[in-house]
C-alpha cells in the first residue's frame, strides 16, 4: 500500500476522496465540495479523473491549518450514492482499529 | 531509581513552555505542517491513521511508582484509557489531541518525565536491560552508563540532527536482554585483565528494510573513554552516512558498505583527536551519576521463606512463579515479570487502572518502582519472595498474572495496520489469534521458549527478523499477505530468520504457525531442545515441507 507521504505522481483509477487528519485533534477528515473538512465520509467530495484530483488535492493542501496530511484515496461509490472506503486501511480510518481496544469507549 | 537534579527539571520544564508555544503558533497557522513537524517530532508526536500518537520515554526502562500514576493520568485525561508499551523502553499514546498535547507534557514534566529522544532523526532514547542493577552477575549496572549516555547526547546539536534515527542498547550481563545486536551502537559492559571497566563495542545492528546484525569494532573501550568513542562514531556516520536516500541513511548501510575494517579505521583516527578532550570522563562524574541512583534497603530473608513453601502446594501460584520470578542479585529477593500478554489481549498494551493498581503494587511490594522491557513486558525488581504469593493473587485480579513470559505466546507485535500509518498490514489480530490458539499453559510449557515477533510492514518495529518464528506483514493486489521467518534471535547469539516459503494470507497465519510448531515437537531431538535450537540443527528445509506440504 502507498504511504500518502509517498504519493507524488496522481493517477486514480477510479472513484476517490481527498481525506486527512484534522490539525488540532487529528481526527479522520475528508475535503468537502464546499472546501471544508467533514468526518463524515458521505459529505466527501468526489472525484472522477487526475485533473480533478489534483485540483482537489492542491486545494486540500492549502488549507494547512484546517488538517495535515491530505492525500488521495480510493473510494467505492454504490448505485445508490453511498460512498464506502476503497481499501482496508480506509476502511479501518474510518470506522477505527478492527480489534477491541482495552478500554471501551 | 535516579533522581533528577536542577537541571534535568529545569530543561525538562523549559521544554514544555517551548512544546507550547510551537503548538500555539501551528494551530493559528504561523507554522505550517512543514516547518512544525520536525518541531513535533522532537518531542515524540506522529501523526498516525486516527489521530496524533504521543510517544513517551522511559529511560532504560525504570519508572517510578508516582511517574506511573501521572503515565495513568495522562492516559485517562487525554486518550482513551489505555497506553502501549513499545519494544525500545517507550509508551505511546494512540488518540492524542494537538491542542491539548502541551498539558500532557507538562503533566508529565511534574513527575521528570518527557518525549524527547522519541522520534526524529536524532539520538534515541537509550535503552537498556530491564534487570539492570537486581540481575545475578551482571558486572555492574548499565543504567549508570545509559544516564551518562542520556544526559550527554540530550539536545546535544551535533546529534540532533543526523542522516537517520540512532538507537543505542547498553547490557551488563552474559544474557543479553537489551538486543543490543539489533541496534546502531550496542555496549557490552565488561572487565578487562586489570579488572577496569569498559565495554565491547559493537556498530552497523539494525532491522527495518536491510537488517543486519551489529559487527564489534572494538573489544574494550574504557569506560572513561565511552563518550569520545560514541562521539567519533557518531561524526564519521554525520560525515559519510547518506542523507539523499532514507532508505539507505541508517548508518549501518555506512558500515556495511565501508567494511567494518575501513569504518573502524575511520573511527579511530576521529577517536585519537577527541579521546583525550573534555569527553574524557572524570570518576567523579561516574560517582556523581552512581551516587543519584539509589537502591532499596533490603533486609536480611531467607532463601525460602515459610510463605513462599506454603503456596507452592497451589499449582496455578507454581505455574506462575515458575514462568514469572526470576532469581535476584539478593538473597530472598525475586524479579517478577509482569506479562502484559494476556489471552486474546493485544501485546504491551496496560489500561490506566492497570497502571495505577500495578504502582501501588510496587509501592507495597517492589520498593515503588516498575521496569519496562523490549519484549513489551513490565517487571517490579524487587520483590521479597515472602510476599510472592500476595503479589500473585494481587496481579491475577487484575488480569496480570498469565504464566507466559518466553513462552510461545509472548509475543512481540507492532500496532501494524490497526494504528500505525506506515503499516501494510494488521499484527495486533495475528498475535491476539495466535494467543487464542496456544492459550493452554501446559501446551505452551510443552513447546518451551518460543519467540513469535509480528511486524505490519517493512519497517520490522515488531522486529520479525529476529523472532524464532518472525512473521512480516505485506499487501499484495490489495490484500494482507504474511511472511514467515524461522531461526531469528535478538540475544547474545543474535541472527536474522530465514524465509520459509512463499506469504500466507491472514487466516492462515495461525495455522501455519501451528504446523511449525507440530513439526518441532516431532522434530526435537528431547524436551530441552529450544524450537530455536531445532531450527539451527536442522534448517528450514523440514518446516517449509511441513508448512506447504498441503498449501
Not at chain 2, 445 to 455: A, D, K, Y
Request: proline residues 4%; glycine residues 8%; negative net charge.
Amino acid at each position: 500500500m502507498t504511504s500518502p507521504l509517498e504519493q507524488k505522481k496522481i493517477k486514480i483509477a477510479g472513484p476517490s476522496v481527498v481525506t486527512a487528519n484534522r490539525t488540532w485533534d487529528g481526527i479522520v477528515v475528508y475535503r468537502t465540495a464546499a472546501q471544508g473538512w467533514s468526518a463524515d465520509l458521505s459529505e466527501a467530495a468526489i472525484v472522477r479523473n487526475s485533473d480533478e484530483a489534483k485540483a482537489l488535492l492542491a486545494e486540500s493542501v492549502a488549507d494547512d491549518v484546517g488538517a495535515v496530511g491530505a492525500y488521495i484515496a480510493p473510494v467505492q461509490v454504490a448505485e445508490d450514492g453511498k460512498v464506502e472506503p476503497g481499501n482496508l486501511r480506509e476502511q479501518i480510518r474510518r470506522t477505527g482499529v478492527t480489534i477491541g481496544q482495552p478500554v471501551q469507549v | 531509581m535516579y533522581a533528577y537534579d536542577e537541571i534535568d527539571r529545569t530543561l525538562v520544564n523549559e521544554r514544555v513552555s517551548e512544546f507550547r508555544d510551537q503548538v500555539k503558533r501551528r494551530l493559528s497557522g504561523e507554522l505550517t505542517e512543514d516547518e512544525f513537524k520536525i518541531l513535533r517530532l522532537q518531542n515524540g508526536v506522529y501523526l498516525q491513521l486516527h489521530a496524533y500518537m504521543f510517544r513517551v520515554a522511559i529511560p532504560y526502562g525504570t519508572l517510578a511508582s508516582n511517574q506511573l500514576r501521572r503515565l495513568a493520568h495522562v492516559a485517562r485525561k487525554y486518550d482513551r484509557g489505555y497506553g502501549h508499551f513499545t519494544t525500545r523502553q517507550n509508551i505511546q499514546f494512540n488518540w492524542i489531541k494537538l491542542a491539548e498535547l502541551p498539558d500532557a507534557l507538562a503533566d508529565l514534566a511534574e513527575v521528570g518525565i518527557h518525549a524527547m529522544q522519541t522520534s526524529g532523526n536524532n539520538m534515541r532514547n537509550v535503552t537498556s536491560d530491564q534487570w539492570a542493577g537486581v540481575a545475578p552477575g551482571e558486572i555492574e549496572d548499565p543504567r549508570i552508563w545509559s544516564e551518562l549516555i542520556r544526559q550527554h547526547t540530550t539536545l546535544h546539536p551535533e546529534f540532533s540532527f543526523l542522516p537517520r534515527k540512532f538507537k543505542i542498547a547498553i547490557t551488563a550481563s552474559d544474557h543479553d536482554r537489551a538486543a543490543i545486536r539489533i541496534h546502531d551502537i550496542g555496549l557490552r559492559l565488561i572487565k578487562n585483565e586489570k579488572g577496569e571497566t569498559g565495554f565491547e563495542v559493537l556498530v552497523g545492528g539494525g532491522l527495518g528494510r536491510t537488517p543486519f546484525i551489529a559487527k564489534t569494532i572494538k573489544h574494550f573501550v574504557h569506560g572513561r573513554d565511552i563518550l569520545s568513542y560514541i562521539e567519533a562514531i557518531l561524526r564519521v556516520y554525520n560525515q559519510y552516512g547518506r542523507r539523499d536516500n532514507i532508505y539507505k541513511a541508517r548508518i549501518k548501510i555506512l558500515v556495511h558498505e565501508l567494511g567494518i575494517e575501513k569504518f573502524s579505521r575511520e573511527v579511530e583516527e576521529e577517536w585519537q583527536h577527541i579521546r583525550n578532550s573534555s569527553l574524557q570522563i572524570d570518576d567523579e562524574v561516574i560517582e556523581d551519576i552512581r551516587s543519584r541512583f539509589t537502591y532499596p534497603a533490603y533486609e536480611k530473608l531467607p532463601h525460602m521463606p515459610d510463605e513462599l513453601r506454603q503456596a507452592a502446594a497451589d499449582p496455578d501460584f507454581e505455574a506462575w512463579r515458575k514462568n514469572s520470578v526470576s532469581p535476584h542479585k539478593v538473597q530472598g529477593y525475586s524479579i517478577v515479570t509482569i506479562s502484559l500478554k494476556p489471552t486474546g489481549g493485544p501485546p504491551g498494551d496496560a489500561t490506566a487502572e492497570q497502571m495505577d493498581a500495578l504502582a501501588d503494587l510496587a509501592d507495597k511490594y517492589s520498593f515503588g518502582e516498575i521496569r519496562v522491557g523490549h519484549e513489551q513486558n513490565l517487571a517490579l525488581p524487587h520483590v521479597a519472595k515472602r510476599d510472592l504469593p500476595a503479589l500473585w493473587k494481587a496481579l491475577d485480579k487484575l488480569g496480570l498474572a498469565t504464566p507466559n513470559v518466553n513462552l510461545i505466546t509472548d509475543i512481540i507485535a507492532c500496532p501494524g495496520l490497526d494504528y500505525c500509518s506506515l503499516a501494510n498490514a494488521r499484527s495486533i489480530p495475528i498475535a491476539q489469534e495466535l494467543t487464542r490458539r496456544f492459550a493452554n499453559h501446559e501446551l505452551a510449557n510443552l513447546i518451551g521458549r518460543l519467540h513469535i515477533n509480528i511486524s505490519g510492514c517493512i519497517n520490522a518495529c515488531g522486529h520479525h527478523h529476529v523472532g524464532h518464528i518472525g512473521i512480516l506483514g505485506v499487501e499484495k493486489n490489495g490484500e494482507e499477505v504474511y511472511q514467515i521467518t524461522i531461526g531469528g534471535r535478538a540475544d547474545e547469539s543474535a541472527a536474522l530468520g530465514n524465509l520459509i516459503g512463499p506469504g500466507v494470507k491472514f487466516d492462515e497465519v495461525a495455522d501455519v504457525v501451528e504446523d511449525i510448531v507440530e513439526a518441532y515437537l516431532a522434530l526435537r531431538e528431547r524436551p530441552e531442545e529450544l524450537f530455536i535450537d531445532t531450527v539451527k540443527r536442522l534448517g528450514v528445509e523440514p518446516f517449509k515441507e511441513r508448512v506447504y506440504a498441503t498449501r
